[in-house]
């Protein structure tokens, strides 16, 4: 596991549920964080923002769940990252 992933080498990020995030890099690594607790509407929503000064996004940073309401989407409340953690996705049939 390691703390930090380099931003520019995300290609895709995808939400399973309120604790679990897959972030697709460059080379088709995967790696999972698993968040220390739940974001609530993480894995309704499936969306997330986040701000970092960094060029990498780290274990400390906090992601936004993104809420739609209406025709508007807002930020929702805080989240903090767990480590990052490779994981074999296997290719489905």
């Not at 890099?25 to 698993?34: A, P």
């Not at 968040?35 to 923002?49: R, W």
């Amino acid at each position: 596991a390691v703390s930090c992933i380099p931003i520019t080498q995300i290609r895709n990020s995808r939400v399973h549920d309120d604790r679990t995030i897959d972030f697709e890099m460059s080379g088709k690594k995967v790696f999972r964080n698993t968040l220390p607790g739940s974001c609530p509407s993480l894995g309704f929503e499936k969306a997330f923002s986040y701000k970092t000064s960094l060029s990498q996004l780290c274990s400390t940073d906090i992601i936004y769940p993104l809420q739609r309401v209406g025709g508007s989407v807002r930020q929702g409340p805080g989240c903090g990252l767990g480590r990052f953690v490779p994981v074999e996705i296997e290719k489905k049939k």
